[in-house]
């Protein structure tokens, strides 16, 4: 396939528009971009960091709604996770969740013989992570 130069465009459109015969190997087609829903996020933020997480793997990403006027549903469960209380039961148990992850990305790194540098790094980093750093 071909694209024809603004030039070409110019002349191909005036003959089409002139009702004539278009030359052979020339076809017009028409093309509609349709935006995709990839996600829903509770703020912009949480949309922007979506974005610069996994932009790389989006077709000109965008953000569509900046909040949640008149959108009762989306307001009943934001205000329903935001009335849940911290407490240290909770704070517990991400911290274990938080270590068994850190401790499965460890051993994967172990197996796929990873340099001792990248094994010390995340060990660094679990070790930050429980100390509250």
């Known amino acids: 396939y071909v694209e024809a130069t603004k030039t070409q465009h110019r002349r191909l459109e005036a003959i089409y528009q002139a009702k004539y015969e278009v030359r052979d190997g020339w076809d017009r087609y028409a093309m509609k971009e349709i935006d995709v829903f990839v996600t829903g996020c509770f703020t912009e933020q949480g949309c922007k960091d979506y974005i610069n997480k996994n932009g790389h793997n989006l077709n000109k990403p965008f953000i569509y709604a ?58 660094a980093l679990k070790n930050e992570l429980r100390e509250g750093k």
């Open 66 to 123: 900046f909040g949640s006027y008149r959108n009762d549903e989306y307001q009943t469960v934001r205000k329903f996770i935001m009335q849940i209380p911290e407490t240290p039961a909770t704070s517990a148990a991400l911290a274990a969740i938080r270590d068994a992850v850190l401790d499965r990305v460890i051993a994967k790194l172990g197996a796929m013989g990873s340099p001792d540098f990248t094994l010390m790094a995340v060990q």
